[in-house]
């Protein structure tokens, strides 16, 4: 089974540059999360897809970032302008179901450099 | 407000030996608890869960324990070995929604 792929795995922008991420989740997973892990800190939740709805985007900064995921199944995040704060690994992951115990399987990451 | 506490930045542990890293939790209304390995320039991986009408689950080498009224998970690794060298990450989730709340992480490194 193909695990969760994610693109560029690194990128290097200057700030007030946008930059976009994909994610492709492992197939059949119906939830998709994006989450931001800043250096010697945990992950921390973007946002939340069941299917191609949005289920959790409160720690989303909204007026930089936006997320999509059209037919429910591939996904963008996407950052403009960026900041140096946004320097940072972001991961994809995805779990087969919404509610209960559920386990998120994570993609390789892109390592986001602003400088 | 960092819900998912892990205080050991990092340990190190002969090989052979147990290797254990704790974990403390706030909320009261988590339930279910997981913990990740992560490679470097890789994403985290799942290694052992535990839902919280239990108080351990084991897996091989590896055994998670859950104190509910301390709010407290540990990860036993016995024996060790080199290739448990990692950042071990705890996460948890209450029963609504599905969101996972990751603590800072602890590495781990196993001396051959």
């Known amino acids: 089974e193909a695990g969760v792929a994610q693109s560029p795995r690194y990128k290097i922008i200057e700030k007030r540059q946008s930059v976009a991420f994909w994610c492709n989740p492992i197939s059949g997973h119906a939830t998709l999360y994006w989450y931001q892990q800043i250096l010697g800190q945990g992950p921390k939740l973007l946002i939340q897809?069941?299917?191609?709805?949005?289920?959790?985007d409160s720690q989303l900064p909204k007026d930089r970032f936006s997320a999509e995921r059209l037919k429910g199944v591939d996904s963008t995040l996407k950052i403009q302008p960026a900041k140096l704060e946004d320097s940072a690994v972001y991961l994809c992951?995805?779990?087969?179901?919404?509610?209960?115990?559920?386990?998120?399987?994570f993609g390789p990451g892109t390592r986001l450099t602003v400088l | 407000d960092q819900q998912v506490k892990q205080n050991s930045p990092s340990l190190s542990v002969q090989e052979g030996r147990i290797s254990i890293l704790n974990c403390d939790y706030t909320n009261s209304m988590f339930d279910y608890f997981l913990w990740y390995k992560k490679y470097p320039a890789e994403g985290p991986t799942f290694l052992i869960s535990i839902s919280s009408i239990k108080d351990k689950n084991e897996d091989g080498r590896f055994t998670v324990f859950l104190n509910k009224s301390a709010k407290h998970l540990s990860l036993h690794i016995v024996p060790s070995q080199p290739g448990d060298s990692a950042v071990y990450f705890c996460a948890s989730k209450g029963n609504t929604g599905n969101q996972f709340y990751f603590g800072t992480g602890t590495s781990l490194t196993v001396i051959p």
């Open positions: 897809f069941q299917n191609n709805g949005v289920v959790d």
């Open positions: 992951a995805s779990s087969f179901q919404r509610g209960g115990p559920d386990t998120q399987y």
